[in-house]
């Protein structure tokens, strides 16, 4: 009798089959014979010459990305696994937060949103929202029309000295808010790829 974690590694390598057939288009018992003889031990050169038969004819390119695929999304479920366990130790883990992280596609997607929950070490914006500033960026994100300064100066403790203190520490809090955003931080990177160029010149000086 299977235990569920076993069960759940079972779907985990299934969903990983299924996806794998739909990529390079064949048939999911293709990616099962496949995957049965490179876990085996077998190359892919191997199987692509010697082992026809078994996989009804995969050639070696659609072995070698099949190879490629299947190393890849088992690290990515390996990680999911270690990020679902990770936020549920922290108390964190709600029904909305684990679909998000079940439906993570990629590892780039899974490590956006696990950021906001990974341990780190005691950060400026931390710092900042320890004296008391996070309802100052929470009202500087919501109306930006306001005066910082003025605002900024309601602010004033023990820990925080003049308004350009305060300002900096609302700065930070924002500023990692920003960057623990997975769907802003995904959209940025998208962007950067498809529209973003790299331009090159010669220093001033040098030939």
């Known amino acids: 009798m299977t235990t569920p974690v076993e069960q759940a590694a079972q779907q985990a390598q299934q969903a990983i089959g299924r996806k794998i057939a739909e990529e390079l288009g064949v048939r999911e018992g293709q990616v099962k014979a496949a995957v049965e003889l490179l876990d085996g031990g077998a190359t892919v050169p191997f199987v692509a010459r010697y082992r026809k038969e078994a ?15 299947l ?19 922290q108390g964190k883990l709600d029904d909305e937060l684990r679909a998000r992280i079940l439906a993570a596609d990629s590892k780039a997607r899974l490590e956006d949103i696990y950021l906001p929950f990974k341990p780190k070490r005691r950060t400026k914006a931390q710092i900042a ?68 160029r790299l331009v090159a010149t010669v220093r001033e000086g040098k030939e």
Do not use: C, H, K
């Not at 996989?55 to 695929?69: F, G």
């Not at 088992?74 to 990770?86: I, N, P, Q």
């Open 55 to 69: 996989t009804d004819s995969l050639d070696d390119a659609q072995l070698r990305t099949l190879e490629e695929r």
């Open 71 to 89: 190393r890849y999304l088992r690290e990515l479920e390996e990680r999911r696994a270690a990020v679902l366990e990770s936020v549920e130790a």
């Open 129 to 196: 929202r320890e004296a008391g500033l996070e309802p100052l960026a929470d009202t500087l994100l919501a109306d930006p029309a306001q005066d910082p300064a003025a605002l900024a100066g309601q602010y004033l403790n023990e820990s925080v000295a003049d308004g350009a203190a305060a300002l900096e520490g609302a700065r930070a809090i924002l500023v990692e808010r920003f960057g623990e955003d997975a769907d802003l931080v995904g959209s940025l990177r998208e962007r950067m790829w498809t529209r973003g």
